[in-house]
């Protein structure tokens, strides 16, 4: 439990390097801008076809049923489709964020540690665009499974839904959490089962994290630069993790920026 607070906390640990280092949030704004533009296709797509799957569901239901049910059939369809599409967003925003969050993580790195940042790239930035598309379509093909466990549970009597509602947070977090230690391990070039391998590693303190900035992508507005907000956190919790347990230097560090600004 202990290193789940620590992960929560690792939130806003990242919250104040940004504040020490405002030049930082053009990596946040950006890919929020395009987040925004994901989320309000995926509203349109969600009230685009409410009604086409209402009218099959009510079809196949006795005449008797039919007008009773349809709005009752229009709460459940909107919730389901509403729960589908946040463990789908999850990594698609993931995949728009990967990029951004890397050049962040980058610069935060180079904010505690001292050492200068790499010069930007645009071929190098691309190479991680693509890489973290790849990884992202793995993720998100996860995120389908996960998808059909929670529906399944949910048909179970009486604790299906909690159990639903217990695996799905779970999932939210866990793909969190990789979305956000992703700005940092996608640099340090480590394969897609690396990845898993670190965060089982650390289990407890991603988990926490993860579940932290999965919650706030629940919050309308704060959802747009949750995964930045992860990212900056994750950044410094792997460099405070790869020190050992340096964590009084890492934060002196980080801190003296903090003075000097």
Known sequence: MDQ?????RDVGRGLGVLRAHPGLWKWVVA????TLLLIVALVAGIIH????????????LPSALAHVASSLLTTLIVVALSAGALLVFVPLAGMVAGPFNEMLSEHIEAAVT???PVAFSL???????????LHGVRRLVGALVGLAIVVALGFVP??????????????????????????????RAMAYGDKLAYLARYRQRTLGLGAAV??????????????????????VAALELELGNNRIQVQAQSSRPLANR
């Open 31 to 34: 890919p929020a801008v395009i």
């Open 114 to 116: 001292g050492k200068p």
């Open 4 to 8: 789940l607070a620590t992960g929560v």
């Open 158 to 187: 009486v604790i299906g839904t909690v159990a639903a509602a217990v695996v799905a947070g779970w999932f939210a977090a866990r793909g969190t959490a990789y979305d956000c230690y992703d700005a940092v391990l996608a640099r």
């Open 49 to 60: 076809v409410v009604d086409p799957i209402e009218g099959w569901a009510v079809s196949h």
């Open 214 to 235: 999965a919650g706030m992508l629940l919050v309308p507005g704060l959802n747009l630069i949750a995964l930045g907000l992860g990212a900056a956190g994750a950044t």
């Open 123 to 133: 071929s190098a930035f691309v190479h991680g665009l693509v890489l973290g598309i």
